[in-house]
């Protein structure tokens, strides 16, 4: 993976603070329902390791990479901090676009080769699996700067079509949101019923239901 850069600085202060209080459970299960889970199902994979240990994995990965607000974009390895506007986030798909079609290797096999210390594993994924520019989303689902960025990354993913892919990774600032892990684990169950990106639309949809309002 290149040197940590970070993009646009004076935007990357945009970061999460003091987490409120809320009815957690009863948000987190309406957005189960309208993401249309089988909610006993999912229910009882909220009580199994995998799911944690699945979080804890994208955080371990994470923190290797360097990230340590929310959102982070690595957009083929490259940084972006904060909630940034759409330009910046286009840009750097745009630097990333040329140097991966000038590179020389098969675009199918072109994320995986060169850039091995971010894989995609089994992580939720939006966009073609061989895309040019893989844009990898660390966040946090109880972060208000993560709920506000998604437009803009639903837009740059229409923009970008064929050429760009989003994936998810889970890295909960526990330390400042308290229910971070467990909305990463809920929507981990998610994925399990192939239903993640449907509860990840729902909570964010609803962050101030489910946790209490804004930092």
Same mark, same amino acid.
């Given at each position: 993976?290149? !040197? &940590?850069? *970070? @993009?646009? #600085?004076?935007?990357?202060? =945009? ?5 409120? $209080? /809320?009815?957690?459970? +009863? ?57 940034? !506007? &759409?330009? *910046? @986030?286009? #840009?750097?798909?745009?630097? =990333? ?5 000038? $590179? /020389?290797?098969?675009? +199918? ?80 169950? +998610? ?25």
């Amino acid at each position: 993976m290149r !040197p &940590l850069l *970070v @993009l646009a #600085a004076s935007l990357a202060l =945009a970061g999460c603070g003091s987490s409120a $209080s /809320g009815d957690f459970e +009863a948000g987190i299960v309406a957005a189960a329902t309208e993401a249309g889970l089988d909610i006993p199902t999912w229910q009882a994979c909220r009580g199994t390791a995998a799911p944690a240990a699945r979080v804890a994995e994208d955080l371990a990965l994470g923190s290797a990479a360097g990230v340590s607000r929310t959102p982070t974009f690595l957009v083929n390895g490259t940084p972006v901090v904060g909630a940034v !506007p &759409l330009p *910046v @986030l286009s #840009a750097a798909v745009s630097v =990333a676009l040329t140097s991966a079609v000038g $590179s /020389g290797l098969p675009q +199918a096999s072109y994320y995986a080769t060169a850039f091995p210390d971010l894989p995609v594993l089994d992580s939720p994924v939006r966009g073609p699996g061989d895309a040019w520019v893989t844009v990898v989303e660390f966040g946090d689902f109880e972060c208000p700067y993560c709920g506000e960025e998604e437009p803009v990354v639903e837009e740059l993913l229409a923009e970008g079509g064929s050429q760009v892919r989003l994936v998810w990774k889970n890295f909960p600032l526990a330390a400042i949101h308290p229910h971070a892990e467990d909305a990463a684990v809920a929507a981990e169950c +998610a994925l399990d019923q192939g239903k993640f990106w449907e509860m990840h639309d729902a909570i964010y949809a609803n962050q101030g239901a489910i946790f209490g309002g804004d930092d």
